[in-house]
């Protein structure tokens, strides 16, 4: 097979593994790539990147399918047609009131029903919970230029798209049963059933339970007495129907049901799904299918450590990552190695905008074969600036932002085109320095100036300030690495160690503990202004 074995990124490396699959598939049956939410809390980056992902490979499948030659028989298998499934388990009952959401109280009357049967919390603006979830993921994820066919359970189940399906799960039921109730608490071993009845009475779904099984009619027997999660049956009995969705079955039956009525061939979950991802692959071949490709991703953690979670808000919204970043340095954090944890909260998104911005830069200088095995392949957009001809780093805007302590954009934008002439001289290369001039304003704001403090040097410290103010008055020409050598060289004429005298120069400059290498960074503020920041600050 004629193919460009130099890309190695893991969305290829799954691509072919995925190819082996569907190899023998008709010309014509698409290869189905499958994610899902949750719709009983808020989406958030980990939402993001559970749909990113999966749309990382198609794009890879498709990339291969142009790599080959086009008389190799073998590239047909590339050029398949392929869908990309958002799966909404909106039949799902809730559990907990998400901590992020109003009138919790009034939502709490609704525990145990269908988020697609729960009237909206927000207001009147949706017809229902989940479809207010809904909704702001289809808006959470109209940034990323992301192509996807959204499903709900609660259609699915009502036009008797599972049907076929939940007869065979009810003819096997002893043998799904004897599958999972192994895996469960001794407590919850007793009565549990793959299928569960929505209560006609009170509308519940998490607190039946099924006492009769009846394959030949498609009916169980059950009765509404469970307490679950703060919600309490009615005391209901009676026998019903599972088709037509008078009933949903169990999250990890519910899967296998999902894949084996769309085939999917694709879908990645998180690592603490591994146990459901191998029991819900049992429950399938069981039913008569195949599990999908895919593997176990690793958690994003916020600043603690702890793992990003929507049920009570904890993580970064997507509204907040674009107002400090690119919405492209977003979908560079997701295409990283899903295999490793990483820290996702605000105070990292400039560490990975400058990742990105050094990725940007060799792949404008790349040729179209390199290009193919950059991130960025996977990352950039329509509109995205295709160069990023300057040396200028995210942090360092942000911190000419911080020592100018000023919004003026002319100022900000003066300063910056100083330090870089380059960035005046492609239209690219401008837009995207002005993108984030903006989200380092942004960021500023919202972060650096309320912590800033004004420090008071002592006496000793004073001599050191005005040495330095003096030697920039009179060198406002000098370069970065000038500049370093000289605050190098006061450094070691008042402290045994050089570097000891950089924590009072950030102190006094930007008014924090931190700050960039001050050889690049007063270059670009100039020798000048950082020279009248010292003196206002002696005064």
Not at 158 to 173: C, M, N, T, Y
Not at 281 to 308: C, N, S, T, W
Not at 500 to 513: A, D, M, N, T
Request: charged share 25%.
């Amino acid at each position: 097979m004629a193919e460009r074995t130099e890309l190695d990124l893991w969305p290829y490396e799954e691509a072919r593994r995925l190819a082996e699959r569907v190899g023998n598939y008709p010309p014509e049956r698409a290869v189905i790539f499958e994610s899902g939410f949750g719709p009983s809390g808020l989406p958030h980056l980990g939402t993001m990147g559970e749909v990113l992902r999966p749309a990382y490979v198609q794009h890879a499948f498709q990339v291969l399918g142009q790599v080959f030659e086009e008389t190799d028989p073998s590239s047909a298998v590339y050029r398949r047609p392929s869908r990309l499934i958002v799966f909404i388990d909106d039949m799902d009952g809730l559990r907990k009131v998400p901590e992020s959401i109003p009138n919790r109280e009034a939502t709490a009357a609704f525990l145990g029903q269908p988020v697609s049967l729960i009237p909206d919390p927000f207001g009147e603006c949706h017809p229902s919970f989940a479809a207010h979830m809904i909704g702001l993921l289809e808006k959470f994820l109209e940034p990323v230029e992301v192509s996807y066919d959204l499903m709900r359970s609660s259609e699915m189940y009502a036009s008797g798209r599972f049907d076929d399906a939940l007869r065979l799960i009810l003819e096997k039921h002893a043998e799904i049963i004897r599958i999972v109730a192994p895996t469960l608490r001794e407590e919850n071993r007793a009565g549990w059933s793959p299928v569960m009845p929505l209560c006609p009475a009170c509308g519940q779904i998490n607190s039946t339970l099924v006492t009769a099984y009846h394959p030949e009619r498609a009916t169980v027997e059950f009765s509404c007495e469970r307490s679950f999660g703060g919600s309490h049956g009615c005391g209901f009995k009676g026998e019903q129907s599972v088709l037509g969705g008078k009933a949903k079955v169990q999250w990890k039956v519910d899967w296998a049901l999902r894949w084996y009525v769309l085939g999917v061939d694709y879908e990645l979950y998180g690592k603490d799904l591994i146990d459901s991802a191998r029991l819900s692959g049992q429950i399938l071949r069981l039913l008569g299918g195949r599990p999908p490709l895919g593997f176990a991703f690793e958690m994003y953690l916020d600043e603690e450590g702890h793992k990003v979670s929507k049920s009570i808000g904890r993580g970064v919204g997507v509204e907040q990552w674009r107002r400090y970043a690119p919405i492209e340095v977003l979908k560079y954090f997701l295409i990283l190695n899903p295999r490793r944890a990483r820290k996702l909260f605000l105070e990292s998104i400039p560490q990975y905008t400058d990742e990105y911005l050094e990725e940007l830069r060799k792949w404008s200088a790349a040729d179209e074969r390199a290009r193919r095995n950059s991130p960025l392949e996977f990352v950039l957009q329509s509109q995205s600036a295709r160069r990023f001809n300057s040396t200028l780093s995210f942090g360092l805007v942000m911190n000419l932002v911080a020592a100018l302590g000023s919004g003026e954009r002319d100022l900000i934008w003066r300063y910056l085109a100083h330090y870089d002439p380059a960035i005046k001289g492609d239209a690219d290369t401008m837009k995207l320095t002005r993108e984030l001039m903006e989200c380092a304003l942004n960021f500023y704001r919202d972060f650096i100036e309320p912590a800033k403090f004004h420090y008071t040097p002592s006496d000793g410290e004073r001599e050191q300030l005005r040495a330095l103010s003096a030697w920039l008055a009179q060198n406002g020409e000098a370069g970065a690495e000038d500049i370093e050598k000289a605050i190098y060289e006061l450094g070691r004429q008042h402290y045994d160690k050089p570097g000891k005298i950089f924590p009072l120069l950030y102190r006094v400059i930007l008014g924090q503990e931190r700050g960039p290498r001050l050889g690049a960074f007063i270059r670009l503020t100039t020798p000048a202004r950082v020279a009248e920041i010292v003196d206002a600050r002696l005064d």
